[in-house]
């Protein structure tokens, strides 16, 4: 377990913790209303970042089934639309590498040099859900939203006075991959300046839930990036994953990524 969870944190990152807020709500419309707030709103939530290159360094902690791990020094970096490259260390040494790519995922461990090589399912496994693909990743790692919204009639947009915007399903939101169809309720909030602070997904008929939240959110040029991110995974597998961005860099780097060649190709479950 604790393998498969290095190297889970050495492809996986976001940015949030957020407060909860005041529930009154004020003012309910129906999406499929052409109502100019509410095409804002969706241009804002669905907006890409444009950047070419981002190097964030982190530090995390992941407890859950009887694991804790504490301390753990993280650099992501991201080439936009292209890779996620991540090194993960633990006092000074680096003990896990990973790589995600349009159209897969790798990583390997140093403790018992081990690696997978593997599609999009094993994120999806570790998140509990189906729709993980490079682009929701990447969104999911820069606080954007990361499930497709598109389709306006399947939500309702519940604005709050001064505290923000909910976006949640009318009905459950289905989902196929690989001729496998789930089902989910899904709920995002949205401060005043459209940034995602808490999602909230649960797959109908199991127990099976994810939430993410964002917060501290600074601009750093002239982007809004979360310095703050707390992911809870509950159903079959309970995690709590917490990180905090503690630095962001534009510039380009060397990202290279090889698997020694004494290493051993798992399989995570």
Known sequence: MKKAVLL?????????????????SVEST??????????????????????DALKIN????IKGNKLSINNVDAVFYIE????????????????????????KVQGYEKIGKNYIDTDYSYLNQ?????????KSFQNLLLGRTFV???NDRNYELIKKDTEGYTLKSKDGIKMMVNGIEKTY????????HFQLENSHIVEEGT?????????????VNNIFLPKNVKIIIKGQKNMDILIENTKFDFSKMNASYSVPGNYKKITIK
Do not use: H
């Open 8 to 24: 889970g944190l050495a492809l996986l990152v976001t940015a949030c913790s957020t407060q909860q807020n005041a529930t009154k």
């Open 30 to 51: 129906s999406i499929n209303k052409s109502v100019s707030g509410e095409k804002l709103f969706f241009e804002k939530v669905s907006e890409p970042v444009s950047f």
């Open 58 to 61: 982190s530090k995390l902690e």
């Open 80 to 103: 936009n639309q292209q890779k996620i490259w991540a090194n993960f260390s633990v006092m000074f040494f680096s003990v896990a590498r990973g790589l995600a790519t349009p159209s």
């Open 126 to 134: 570790l998140l509990n859900v189906n729709f993980i693909d490079y």
């Open 148 to 150: 497709d919204v598109k």
């Open 185 to 192: 309720q899904i709920n995002f909030v949205y401060n005043t």
């Open 207 to 219: 127990k099976n839930s994810l939430d993410i939240d964002y917060s501290g959110w600074i601009m």
